[in-house]
């Protein structure tokens, strides 16, 4: 075999090698990507979930405390510290996050 058949063999198994490479790094990093809005979304859906939970807790400790109690008695009868009854009536208060607004994760931790 001639020098230059070796040089061009080697350049186009090099290549090849290369372009194997590229194309499982290209497929990793979309593997990635994938797992990433997965978590994402998960997270998303568990904080939109907590922020429903919270907002009819608000709503149900605002009633007990209607019915006679004040919020520091009907924090005590669900054996919450005052300061979380009170954020839990605020989250009352507020409307229901329609899809596309402000994330659940601000209404959650009150950050709004």
């Given at each position: 075999m001639a020098m230059n058949e070796i040089r061009q063999q080697a350049r186009r198994t090099a290549a090849e090698r290369v372009a194997r490479l590229r194309q499982q790094r290209a497929d990793?990093?979309?593997?990635?990507?994938?797992?990433?809005?997965?978590?994402?979304?998960?997270?998303?859906?568990?904080?939109a979930v907590i922020a429903d939970t919270e907002r009819?807790?608000?709503?149900?400790?605002?009633?007990?405390?209607?019915?006679?109690l004040s919020l520091t008695q009907a924090a005590q009868?669900?054996?919450?510290?005052?300061?979380?009854?009170?954020?839990?009536?605020?989250?009352?208060?507020?409307?229901?996050?329609?899809?596309?607004?402000?994330?659940a994760r601000e209404t959650?931790?009150?950050?709004r």
């Amino acid at each position: 075999m001639a020098m230059n058949e070796i040089r061009q063999q080697a350049r186009r198994t090099a290549a090849e090698r290369v372009a194997r490479l590229r194309q499982q790094r290209a497929d990793l990093v979309k593997k990635q990507e994938e797992l990433s809005a997965t978590v994402m979304t998960a997270l998303a859906e568990r904080d939109a979930v907590i922020a429903d939970t919270e907002r009819r807790a608000g709503a149900a400790l605002k009633e007990l405390a209607s019915s006679g109690l004040s919020l520091t008695q009907a924090a005590q009868w669900c054996d919450l510290v005052d300061k979380d009854a009170a954020r839990l009536v605020k989250l009352a208060a507020q409307p229901a996050i329609a899809e596309g607004g402000p994330t659940a994760r601000e209404t959650v931790s009150g950050d709004r």
